[in-house]
């Protein structure tokens, strides 16, 4: 199992970003989803996630901005990122809580992408 994550870049303040994580492997199912981020010189902290239902979850720092979903189907989750801000320049990592097979056997466990490089400069 791996989760693979795309779409950083550099933008300029005001502009909108799309970040997706796509999961692979022998998935039996997957439950909560996120993005985190970690700015240089700070902890890591949580952006925003989704349960397998829908339900969200965002920073007060993002609230507003950013949304975050999911597709099901494809194993996705997506982070739309508007009105972004110097502020907002971090690494990005998507996690996710899957049930399938480890090398222990079936397991449920949370697996992280690689990280994203977002930076928000004019």
């Known amino acids: 199992v791996q989760l693979q994550a795309s779409g950083g870049g550099l933008v300029q303040p005001g502009g909108s970003l799309r970040l997706s994580c796509a999961a692979s492997g022998s998935i039996i199912s997957i439950s909560d989803m996120g993005w985190y981020r970690q700015a240089p010189g700070k902890q890591q902290e949580l952006v925003a996630d989704i349960t397998s239902g829908g339900s969200t979850n965002y920073a007060d720092s993002v609230k507003g901005r950013f949304t975050i979903s999911r597709d099901n189907a494809k194993k996705t989750v997506y982070l739309q990122m508007s009105s972004l801000e110097p502020e907002d320049t971090a690494v990005y990592y998507c996690?996710?809580?899957?049930?399938?097979?480890?090398?222990?056997?079936?397991?449920?466990?949370?697996?992280w992408g690689q990280g994203t490089q977002v930076t928000v400069s004019s």
């Open positions: 996690r996710a809580d899957i049930y399938g097979l480890t090398t222990r056997g079936l397991a449920s466990r949370a697996y």
